[in-house]
């Protein structure tokens, strides 16, 4: 499938928080219409340079504190201020992907505030959070739990 790619020098940086359009069944054949947040935790291009793309942890403002204890959940004011989230935010860890870096999934807020599809970035006590998440994660997951 073909998209309109943003430049490669326009490639948010890791731990930046996106507005994007999530595929809720994690196939990029269609973008959904509804716009969410999303981690950045990696970029990368192809060899020729002109194909940018994301590594993206899903966020939703259903945050399940009960049911999913190994996600990470900005609810903290200054977190949320740091990462530009307007409310509690769960990035579900299971719903991770690689996306094009392209005008059909990431678009600017409707607001004067913001250059582009980047929000806000994640501050260093949520980078370590969301960094001890992982390993645990990865951890259990080899156990076997």
């Given amino acids: ?13 890791p731990y930046d928080v ?12 269609k973008p959904p219409l509804k716009m969410r947040p999303g981690i950045v935790l990696q970029t990368a291009h192809s ?17 399940k504190l009960q049911k999913r204890p190994f996600d990470l959940i900005v609810m ?8 530009g989230l307007n409310r509690a935010t769960r990035f579900d860890l299971d719903k991770i992907i690689w996306m094009p870096w392209a005008a059909e999934f990431f678009k600017k807020p409707d607001h004067p505030h913001y250059y582009g599809p980047v929000i806000g970035h994640l501050n260093d006590n949520t980078r370590r959070l969301l960094g001890h998440l992982l390993v645990e994660r990865d951890r259990r997951r080899r156990a076997g739990l």
């Fill in 1 to 13: 499938m073909s998209w309109s790619y943003y430049p490669v020098s326009t490639l948010p940086a």
């Fill in 47 to 63: 060899e020729e340079g002109f194909i940018p793309e994301v590594r993206l942890i899903y966020g939703t403002s259903k945050t």
């Fill in 18 to 29: 996106v507005l994007c359009q999530f595929p809720e069944d994690l196939d990029l054949q």
């Fill in 76 to 83: 903290n004011n200054q977190a949320m201020y740091d990462a």
